[in-house]
């Protein structure tokens, strides 16, 4: 047994498909129509193939009992990315407790999408800006081991 993909129900394929093709930078490992796979382990199925497999009618968007989560390495330039298309936003930027920003969207049919940065790259930043590694991993809330592999 080994898992595959995480399976999302969209009612437009082809604007979801722009959004995590565009926005996400995501490439299409397979497409057969009402089904459309991409790297990363995401497959967005058509909501009306997804309610005959399934055989119900009883499919809810958008559902909040979950997300699907990026990381990026330079979130001002991915934020930034994000101004030249129609984001519906959970949250802008943020900077949480132990220092990772991160940003929460809707994709086309309110499915939540966090992009966080990249852990490696918040102990780059809190280097850049004087912390020592203890200091660091204090802030974090991580092992000083896994500051001092990151630097």
Known sequence: MNYQS???????MEKSRRLY???LGLKV????????TL??????QTLDTWKS???TDRV???NHAGELYFEEE???AFCKRLGAFEICYVHGLLEHSWGQRAVRFYDPDG???????????????????GLSPEETAARMDVPLDFVTACL
């Open 6 to 12: 995480t399976l999302i129900a969209v009612t437009d």
């Open 21 to 23: 093709q565009d926005v």
């Open 29 to 36: 490992v397979a497409d057969f129509g009402a089904n459309v």
């Open 39 to 44: 790297e990363g382990g995401i497959a967005l």
């Open 53 to 55: 497999l399934i055989q």
């Open 60 to 62: 809810v968007l958008p």
């Open 74 to 76: 330079d979130m001002d």
């Open 111 to 129: 499915h939540i999408i966090e992009v966080g940065e990249k852990l490696e790259a918040v102990v780059l930043r809190f280097a850049e800006q």
